[in-house]
């Protein structure tokens, strides 16, 4: 009787499924637990102790954001530097921010901001990508929408903006009026600081490239 090849044995095959499967189910879970950790949002303390969390805690917004090159992961990454104000404010406590940035991711859901622009990789391209719009260097002190709008910290600019769109056109897809009040609107910005804040591993791609963008100017 001829000698049956391993290749057409069932038993064989068998075993080989049920070790895969078996080794996938552990590197499954072994990532679910590596990436729950990266992804845990930090808090107050780590931001004091200068403790970098891929996700840092809501008083960031306490803090100066810039936007660096990282010759060892070849990407740009968020830096909390120094603290500085925010609407006025460099000392708002964990509650306060968390109820600011719980106000702001509200509104974008409410707003359905993501019909037009896209947050960390999720929804729509026909606006801008707001995943790190914070760092936009046409927010800044030397930028056009702080001097069209006459504010003069770059969170006023940008909540002046999301409250009357249309008295400032910055582009042929304009964006529309939604009713956003004073308190809505610095709720959103305290988001999108935030957001900028997040290691989203160099992403958007092409965001690194805009002028001024690195280095947070």
Not at 141 to 150: C, N, R
Request: hydrophobic content about 35%.
């Amino acid at each position: 009787m001829a000698k049956k090849s391993v290749w057409s044995d069932n038993r064989f095959w068998q075993r080989s499924a049920t070790w895969v499967t078996g080794f996938a189910s552990i590197l499954l879970i072994w990532l679910t637990f590596d990436t729950s950790a990266q992804i845990a949002m930090g808090n107050d303390q780590d931001l004091k102790d200068g403790v970098t969390k891929r996700v840092p805690g809501p008083t960031v917004i306490n803090y100066k954001i810039t936007y660096e090159m990282d010759a060892k992961r070849g990407h740009e990454v968020p830096v909390i530097g120094e603290k500085e104000k925010f609407f006025g404010r460099d000392d708002y406590s964990e509650e306060e921010a968390g109820a600011l940035l719980h106000l702001g991711k509200l509104g974008s859901q409410a707003k359905n901001c993501m019909d037009c622009h896209t947050l960390l990789g999720n929804g729509a391209y026909y606006a801008p990508d707001l995943t790190k719009s914070w760092l936009d260097p046409a927010w800044g002190p030397d930028g056009a929408m702080q001097a069209l709008t006459g504010k003069n910290t770059k969170e006023e600019a940008i909540a002046e903006f999301l409250q009357h769109p249309d008295q400032y056109p910055t582009h042929a897809r304009m964006m529309p009026d939604l009713g956003i009040t004073a308190e809505e609107a610095k709720g959103l910005v305290a988001f999108l600081k935030h957001m900028s804040s997040i290691d989203t591993n160099g992403f958007p791609r092409n965001f690194g490239r805009m002028q001024g963008a690195v280095n947070g100017k």
